[in-house]
């Protein structure tokens, strides 16, 4: 969208004569070159996209009741309304 050509692969060769301190920074610091959390985002809670249902009611409260106990975040779940 810049216009700006861009490689496919990027290696230490193209860092030449880079200054770490001022234009590649640190995680969670200007300019943000290494993601904007310090801790990249091990520590944002996800959510994964998957469906853990099932046709049947009792199955799915079963199989989301299962991944909670085992400390799974919290679900988004996609219902199935009738029409």
């Known amino acids: ?3 700006r050509p861009i ?3 990027y290696t230490p060769n193209d860092l030449d004569g880079l200054d ?3 234009e590649l920074g640190y995680p969670g610091q200007y300019p943000f070159t290494r993601g904007v ?3 990249m985002y091990r ?7 998957s ?3 099932s046709v049947r009611r009792d199955r799915t409260n ?3 009741k299962f991944l909670l106990d085992r400390g799974k975040p919290g679900y988004r779940p996609r219902f ?3 029409r």
Do not use: I, N
Request: charged share 25%; net charge negative.
């Open 62 to 64: 079963e199989r989301f």
């Open 1 to 3: 969208m810049s216009g």
């Open 20 to 22: 770490d301190e001022t």
């Open 51 to 53: 469906s853990p249902g």
């Open 7 to 9: 490689k496919p692969l």
């Open 80 to 82: 199935d309304l009738p």
């Open 43 to 49: 520590g944002v809670c996800g959510r994964c996209g």
């Open 37 to 39: 959390h310090a801790s």
